[in-house]
C-alpha cells in the first residue's frame, strides 16, 4: 500500500530532482516548503515539509526531543530543566510580593510569543499568533514554585507536566514553549538542512533566539540567517518529523485514571462524596488537577512513569489521521471536476448559486467518489476543522477561476464562520461546515450563521453538514435544523441552503471498483 505523501506528491507535484531555488517562489497554492523554495522532500528526508500559509495539527513532544541521540539535541531536557530552575529561583526570591523585580522578572521569562516560524498548531490557522500572555505566566508560575518546594523542577521539563497542576496547557502551548526554549537549536537545524539542499537564506527578525542563562532573560529578537517565508516577513523553522505527535502524552485524565490504580484509597479518602455522585471529564480533571497541587510527589511519580515509556512520534508518511496532507487531497478532488464556463457567476442573482455550486461538489465528491475515506481518522470521524480545510482546499481553485475570494475562519461580530465568498460588496455569501454529531451543530443553524450574516449585511448562507453515522440522519434531528432555517428565513429575511453530506462507510463502493 502506497503511502499517503506517496498517493499525493502522484497527484500533486512538489518540484524536480535536484531544483535549485536563490529563494521563495509563490506559486499560486503550492505552499509547501518544498514547492516555494523549489526543492525535492522525499521518503528518507528527515526534516517535515510544512505548508507556509497554514498551520499543521502537529506539536513538537518534549518528551521525542529529549530521547533523541543526535549531538544537536543531546543535553535538551537538561537546558529546559535550567530554564524552569531559572524562574524558579526568581520566584523564590521574590518572598511571594509579586510586585518585587525578581517576581516580574520571573513572568517576562515565562512568556512565549507562539514560534509562527514552525508552521504548527492544532487550530490550523494562519502562522500569526499571539503566543501566552500575563495570566498564562502567572499560571505557570504558581505550578513552579510549588514544584520547586518540592524538588521537582526536573519533573517539569517536559512541559506537559504543568497540565496536572492548571488548565489552559494544550498541545500547542507545549509546543511553543518548548520551541521557545530550545529556537537556538531548531535555527541550527534548519541552516544545516537548507545549506544541503541549496535554499537560500537572508537576515529575518527572530524572537526569543535564545535566552541568557548568567541574567535569566530571553536574548533580545536578532536578526538571523534563515530562509524566508513567502508569507508575511518572516522567516522559516523546520523540525525533525521524528519529534512530532498528534495527540498528547500526559493529561488530566489519564493522571486521574493512574491514581485511581495506583493511589485509590488517597482518592477515595480526599474526593469521596464527588467520586460518589458520578463524575463526568470536565469534573475529573478538576479533581485529578486537585489531586496533583495536594500530592506533588504523585504527580512526579507519575510523570517520571511516562518518560521510561516508549514514545512513538505520528506517521507522517502514512499519515492516517489525514492531518499532514489534506490540501493536497482538496486539490485533487477539485481539479478532478473544474468548474465550467457555465457555472460562473456572471449577474448578481447568480452568484448564491455558485456558492451552493460549491457545496454540492463537495457532497457529490464525498458521496460518489473516495473522498468519503479523508473524512475518516483511523477509524473515527475526522475532526471538523481538517474536513474544512479539505473543503476549502477543493473550492479554492473554482474560487480563482471564478474570480471569487474565498475567505476562511473568519471573525466578525460574536462568533466566527468557516467560510465567506465574496466579488466585490453585493455578490457575497457565507458557508458553515459542521460535522453532524458535534456540540455546536444546531448552534449554527440557530446562531453562529446568522449573527454572522447580520453582521455583515449578507442575505445568503449556506449550511453544510456532514454525517457519518445512521443517527446523524434521524428525521427528528434533521427536521430541528430545517425548522430552525425556515423561521430564521421568515423572521430575518436571510436565505440559507442545508446541504446534507452523507459520510457513512457502510453504504459506499471504493472508486476503484467502479
Known amino acids: 500500500m502506497r503511502s499517503r505523501r506517496a498517493r499525493c506528491a502522484a497527484a500533486h507535484s512538489h518540484g524536480a530532482a535536484g531544483q535549485r531555488s536563490k529563494g521563495p517562489r509563490r506559486r499560486g497554492h503550492e505552499m509547501r516548503f518544498s514547492s516555494a523554495f523549489g526543492v525535492t522532500h522525499g521518503k528518507k528526508s528527515p526534516w517535515f515539509n510544512p505548508l507556509l500559509d497554514q498551520d499543521t495539527p502537529l506539536y513538537v513532544d518534549p518528551f521525542l526531543v529529549f530521547d533523541d541521540n543526535k549531538p544537536l539535541w543531546a543535553g535538551a531536557k537538561q537546558e529546559v530543566t535550567d530554564f524552569f530552575d531559572a524562574a524558579a529561583r526568581l520566584i523564590e526570591q521574590s518572598k511571594g510580593n509579586q510586585n518585587s523585580l525578581a517576581y516580574k522578572k520571573a513572568l517576562e521569562l515565562l512568556r512565549f510569543p507562539e514560534p509562527n516560524e514552525f508552521c504548527l498548531g492544532l487550530s490550523m490557522g494562519t502562522p500569526h499568533g499571539s503566543g501566552t500572555g500575563p495570566k498564562f505566566a ?58 544541503k539542499l541549496g535554499v537560500t537564506m537572508e537576515p529575518v527578525t527572530v524572537k526569543h533566539p535564545g535566552w541568557d542563562r548568567q541574567r535569566s532573560r530571553w536574548l533580545p529578537d536578532a536578526k538571523i540567517e534563515l530562509p524566508k517565508s513567502p508569507i508575511g516577513d518572516g522567516g522559516v523553522l523546520l523540525a525533525p518529523e521524528r519529534f512530532l505527535k498528534e495527540i498528547p502524552t500526559v493529561t488530566p485524565d489519564e493522571f486521574w485514571r493512574w491514581a485511581e490504580v495506583h493511589e485509590g484509597h488517597l482518592l477515595r479518602q480526599d474526593f469521596s462524596y464527588e467520586i460518589a455522585q458520578g463524575l463526568n471529564q470536565a469534573d475529573r480533571r478538576v479533581l485529578a488537577r486537585r ?29 492516517p489521521k489525514g492531518l499532514v496532507f489534506w490540501r493536497e487531497t482538496g486539490e485533487a478532488v477539485g481539479k478532478a471536476s473544474p468548474i465550467t464556463s457555465a457555472d460562473l457567476p456572471s449577474r448578481q442573482q447568480e452568484f448564491p448559486a455558485f456558492v451552493e455550486l460549491l457545496a454540492a461538489r463537495f457532497q457529490h465528491a464525498v458521496e460518489n467518489t473516495d473522498l468519503w475515506r479523508a473524512l475518516w481518522a483511523a477509524g473515527s470521524p475526522q475532526k471538523e476543522e481538517v474536513i474544512q480545510a479539505i473543503a476549502g482546499a477543493m473550492w479554492t481553485e473554482a474560487c ?69 453515522y445512521d443517527e446523524d440522519f434521524a428525521p427528528t434531528r434533521i427536521k430541528r435544523v430545517e425548522d430552525t432555517i425556515a423561521t430564521l428565513a421568515k423572521e430575518k429575511g436571510i436565505q440559507i441552503k442545508l446541504v446534507l453530506v452523507d459520510a457513512r462507510r457502510d453504504n459506499k463502493t471504493s472508486a476503484s471498483k467502479q
Request: charged residues 25%; hydrophobic residues 40%; positive net charge.
Open 138 to 195: 502567572r499560571e505557570v508560575a504558581g505550578v513552579l514554585d510549588l514544584a520547586r518546594q518540592y524538588g521537582h523542577i526536573e519533573d517539569l521539563a517536559f512541559i506537559a507536566g504543568f497540565n496536572l497542576f492548571t488548565g489552559g496547557i494544550g498541545l500547542d502551548r507545549i509546543s511553543d514553549i518548548l520551541c521557545n526554549i530550545l529556537k537556538h537549536r531548531f535555527i541550527r537545524y534548519t541552516q544545516k538542512v537548507s545549506k
Open 400 to 468: 480563482r477561476a471564478a474570480q471569487v475570494d474565498i475567505s476562511q475562519e473568519v471573525n466578525r461580530g460574536r462568533s466566527p464562520v468557516d467560510f465567506k465568498f465574496s466579488k466585490g460588496w453585493e455578490d457575497r455569501a457565507l458557508l458553515e461546515v459542521k460535522v453532524i454529531r458535534s456540540s455546536g451543530f444546531f448552534k449554527g443553524a440557530a446562531t453562529q450563521l446568522p449573527q454572522y450574516m447580520k453582521t455583515e449585511q449578507i442575505s445568503h448562507g449556506a449550511y453544510l453538514c456532514i454525517g457519518h
Open 291 to 319: 489531586f496533583a497541587r495536594k500530592y506533588p510527589d504523585k504527580a512526579a511519580d507519575y510523570l517520571r512513569l511516562v518518560a521510561q515509556m516508549p514514545h512513538l512520534p505520528y506517521d507522517v508518511e502514512m499519515d
